[in-house]
T-cell receptor
């Protein structure tokens, strides 16, 4: 059973426009969410996160929105740049589990291509 | 960045041979994780460690074992490699009390 779903395997946008990557989750116990970016032949790098007590978190061009009632989060990139082309993974966790039980559950990823 | 290195970065091996992948970190993070990444599956947790000599299974642990004799090193062993274990393997670390995992550069393993 896939608890974190990224239903769009790929997304293509024009440079300067907005990129919106979506993520849905099924486990209502998840209370912390992260986005990672991954370039080919490199490890994932942390991008931005949000706690379930918030509905928005912003860091420069990147904003994550959380809709708890819909169990949905999205990552907005504005403006998109060619260097943003990468695979983006959504991940969820249970902060309350704490310590050794704290684990991340990842979605399958979305390949973003930003065209010049 | 937790100063994570993985070795080897690439490996080709034959079915039935044992393989050990190493993850080394320089940041004294308590928690360490091994994932595999496969097309259509994203990142899946194999094993993790919550301290020296303390390890536990993840969602895809069959065919894998781990060891952690020092804080900085976390080893993943494929006892008898199979073609289904062809994958890219990532190590990650996490600071005690932190929420973010930091990933190494990965090891690409091909089992023929």
């Amino acid at each position: 059973d896939q608890q974190v779903k990224q239903n769009s395997p790929s997304l293509s946008v024009q440079e300067g426009r907005i990129s919106i990557l979506n993520c849905d989750y099924t486990n209502s116990m998840f209370d912390y969410f992260l986005w990672y970016k991954k370039y080919p032949a490199e490890g994932p790098t942390f991008l931005i996160s949000i706690s379930s007590i918030k509905d928005k978190n912003e860091d420069g061009r990147f904003t994550v929105f959380l809709n708890k009632s819909a169990k949905h989060l999205s990552l907005h990139i504005v403006p998109s740049q060619p260097g943003d082309s990468a695979v983006y993974f959504c991940a969820a966790s249970q902060l309350k589990s704490g310590g050794s039980n704290y684990k991340l559950t990842f979605g399958k990823g979305t390949l973003l291509t930003v065209n010049p | 960045d937790a100063g994570i290195t993985q070795s080897p970065r690439h490996k080709v091996t034959e079915t039935g041979t044992p393989v050990t992948l190493r993850c080394h970190q320089t940041e004294n993070h308590r928690y360490m994780y091994w994932y595999r990444q496969d097309p259509g599956h994203g990142l899946r947790l194999i094993h993790y460690s919550y301290g020296v000599k303390d390890t536990d299974k993840g969602e895809v642990s069959d065919g894998y074992s781990v060891s952690r004799s020092k804080t900085e090193d976390f080893l993943l062993t494929l006892e008898s490699a199979t073609s289904s274990q062809t994958s890219v393997y990532f190590c990650a670390t996490r600071l005690a009390g932190g929420e973010t995992q930091y990933f190494g550069p990965g090891t690409r393993l091909l089992v023929l």
